[in-house]
């Protein structure tokens, strides 16, 4: 990574290695509305359930790692991540995008969760 910054997993964030270069990703308000948007979920407890259920598209994942790297200030369009190579390829973006997921959804080591 350029700047020499690593993931801070408090704030959401995880990096990856795409196309040869560590980076951070991170779900921010603004990348969430963007994933709503794309999902048609109704709010955030709908696209966590859309996330949840499992059998994520290519597309999906597309569209989820796109928005990490857009809330965590990278200039990249969907496109562009559609072209990257990540590390360990298919199942390294897949991991990738659970970690993302696991980060922005899932509650701190040792907080109680909203529904028990």
């Known amino acids: ?5 690593r993931a801070n997993r408090r704030r959401g964030e995880v990096e990856a290695l795409i196309d040869g270069q560590c980076r951070i990703l991170c779900l921010t308000l603004g990348a ?3 994933l709503e948007t794309a999902f048609a979920a109704g709010d955030l407890a709908g696209l966590a359930a859309r996330f949840s259920s499992g059998g994520l598209k290519a597309a999906d994942m597309i569209r989820i790692i796109g928005a990490g790297l857009r809330g965590a200030g990278n ?3 969907d496109d562009d991540v559609a072209a990257a190579c990540f590390d360990e390829g298919v199942a390294g973006c897949a991991r990738t995008v659970g970690e993302l997921l696991s980060a922005t959804f899932a509650p701190a080591d040792g907080a109680p969760t909203a529904n028990p």
């Open 32 to 34: 969430l509305a963007e």
């Open 75 to 77: 200039l990249i369009s």
């Open 1 to 5: 990574m350029a700047s020499g910054r």
